[in-house]
């Protein structure tokens, strides 16, 4: 299974209303800060609010707030909000699709994969994903001098 950009926008807009807790962010604001289209946004918007992720604040400060503590919202439930099933082959979902269910020589491979895949996405909070953000962000913060090359007389 591919995560589509579905999954992908959904993860990095609730990191984009994460960092910013103590607001109510607007959709807007979103977009233009993760370069994603504002529509599109609005309708991932709405499955994650349905899904209990996100909240909307009416008002002249309105937009959106986490609707639960990063700490408690797993990429794996948000992947599966956004997506659907994340098995790599339709027979993990439905045994019935496939005459080879139960004597397949692969069929243990995807399940290993199925379930790595979600150990992964599991054990990942949106805090993590938050605070990976950060450290990216402070990573960009430092500047430094760029190395001059050997050739051009640096020292070794």
């Not at 996405?121 to 090359?149: C, G």
């Amino acid at each position: 299974m591919w995560v589509s950009t579905k999954a992908q926008y959904g993860l990095r807009a609730l990191v984009e209303i994460g960092l910013r807790q103590a607001q109510a962010v607007p959709l807007k604001d979103v977009a233009e800060a993760q370069g994603i289209s504002q529509h599109y946004l609005e309708q991932i918007a709405a499955q994650l609010r349905r899904a209990g992720f996100i909240r909307s604040v009416r008002g002249a400060r309105g937009g959106y707030k986490l609707g639960r503590p990063s700490e408690k919202i797993n990429a794996l439930e948000v992947v599966e909000a956004l997506e659907g099933s994340l098995a790599p082959v339709v027979c993990l979902d439905d045994p019935e699709s496939c005459w080879q269910t139960g004597h397949c020589s692969t069929e243990n491979l995807w399940k290993r994969v199925d379930e790595a895949m979600r150990e992964v996405l599991r054990n990942t909070t949106l805090k993590d994903l938050i605070e990976e953000r950060r450290l990216i962000e402070s990573r960009k913060l430092v500047q430094l001098e760029p190395a001059v090359p050997l050739a051009q007389g640096g020292s070794p």
